[in-house]
């Protein structure tokens, strides 16, 4: 028969393995207690307390609660082996953290890039008149423009646009399609080619043959937020 000293040492027997479960994961995660604290609002103290075992250690609404926290981590972990160890633990991340670290860095890199190019794009306006800017959909103007390239420059009208032979433009035609290719005189007057620099380029009607054109802009300023790298 157990005594009253053997029930409390069993306790605090199960209210250590439930700490050391606690710290298991808290490492898995790469989480300070005060990282924990300020992202999930669960005082550091409370998570010393389970994991020290003091006070009788992690309850079975603090399991429920530290469970949330897991799944928000993206960490399959069941109430029975927090609780008792009972089960397989939850030695992987579903997805690790490092990556989704790494994913917040990049998003955040991009995001400053957006910003930057904004800025950029802002002055350019400010200092030329008739601007235009536009983002490169294909490939049809590689290697000096690649799909994605953000671009700008200042357009040309009426016969101005005979000026701009052999230039690669951000063209928008009669019909209001705004493409980016090399300007050439067209077969009849007043009429434009608007050819592509890349032969390989697999898109239909990459070239276009005698368009009248609205408006030209040769490109004066480009920006690439990811540039390509060779390997």
């Given at each position: 028969?157990?005594?009253?000293?053997?029930?409390?040492?069993?306790?605090?027997?199960l209210a250590q393995q439930r700490g050391e479960r606690l710290k298991r994961l808290?490492?898995?995660l790469r989480l300070s207690r005060k990282s924990m604290s300020e992202l999930y609002d669960i005082p550091a103290g409370t998570i010393q307390n389970w994991e020290d075992a003091r006070h009788g250690g992690l309850t079975e609404k603090g399991a429920q609660r530290f469970i949330e926290v897991?799944?928000?981590?993206?960490v399959d972990c069941k109430l029975e082996w927090l609780l008792f160890g009972i089960g397989n633990p939850p030695d992987q991340l579903t997805a690790s953290r490092d990556k989704r670290v790494a994913q917040k860095v990049e998003i955040n890199r991009e995001a400053k890039e957006l910003d930057n190019i904004a800025k950029e794009l802002t002055l350019f306006y400010e200092h030329n008149t008739n601007a235009v800017d536009f983002i490169i959909p294909d490939n049809a103007m590689e290697p000096q423009f690649l799909s994605g390239d953000h671009v700008a420059g200042k357009r040309y009208f009426n016969e101005d646009i005979a000026k701009l032979i052999g230039h690669a433009c951000i063209t928008q035609t009669q019909t209001g399609l705004i493409i980016v290719r090399t300007l050439l005189l067209g077969s009849k007057p007043g009429q434009y080619?608007?050819?592509a620099v890349n032969k390989q380029a697999k898109q239909e009607d990459c070239d276009l043959y005698d368009v009248r054109i609205f408006s030209a802009a040769p490109i004066l300023w480009i920006r690439r937020a990811n540039p390509v790298t060779s390997s």
């Open positions: 028969m157990l005594t009253g000293e053997d029930t409390a040492k069993k306790q605090l027997n808290r490492g898995l897991l799944k928000a981590e993206k080619d608007l050819i």
